[in-house]
């Protein structure tokens, strides 16, 4: 399987090739049908499965992609939960230390999932539209 677009730049997953036309499928779509040959060109090194992953919407990947264990997602799910919570109590109400809470949150924050907020006069974090609607999706 390779990556192909076509003359608009739509990205295809080519799924098999004649000597006419080729089987491609529409990531986002799941669509399949037939282009011909010369409408299509390769996409040098882009990886098929990269491709592929375009049919999970882009906030759900984003949370995924940052969210790399149950804890992870765990944290980033209460904090959409509970709104803008400080650190303190982050650090009060989970089983977490100090430095693997501040990775988790700096992750978050790298990933756009997490805004910094003043909860109470203390620093603290709220999740983004992003991570609201890419948890929303996973839930779904």
Do not use: W
Not at 20 to 32: A, H, K, M, Y
Not at 99 to 117: M, T
């Amino acid at each position: 399987m390779r990556t192909v677009r076509d003359n608009d730049g739509t990205r295809y997953l080519l799924l098999k090739e004649s000597t006419e036309s080729s089987l491609v499928r529409d990531p986002e779509t799941g669509e399949q049908r037939h282009i011909p040959n010369a409408d299509l060109e390769p996409i040098e090194g882009e990886s098929p499965l990269a491709t592929a992953a375009a049919a999970v919407p882009d906030a759900a990947r984003r949370v995924l992609t940052a969210a790399h264990d149950d804890q992870a997602l765990g944290l980033l799910v209460e904090l959409d939960e509970r709104g803008p919570v400080s650190v303190a109590e982050l650090l009060s109400a989970y089983d977490l230390c100090e430095s693997d809470l501040h990775g988790l949150l700096a992750e978050f924050r790298a990933a756009g999932l997490l805004v910094e907020a003043t909860v109470h006069g203390q620093r603290g974090y709220d999740t983004t539209e992003t991570a609201s609607d890419g948890l929303a999706q996973l839930r779904d």
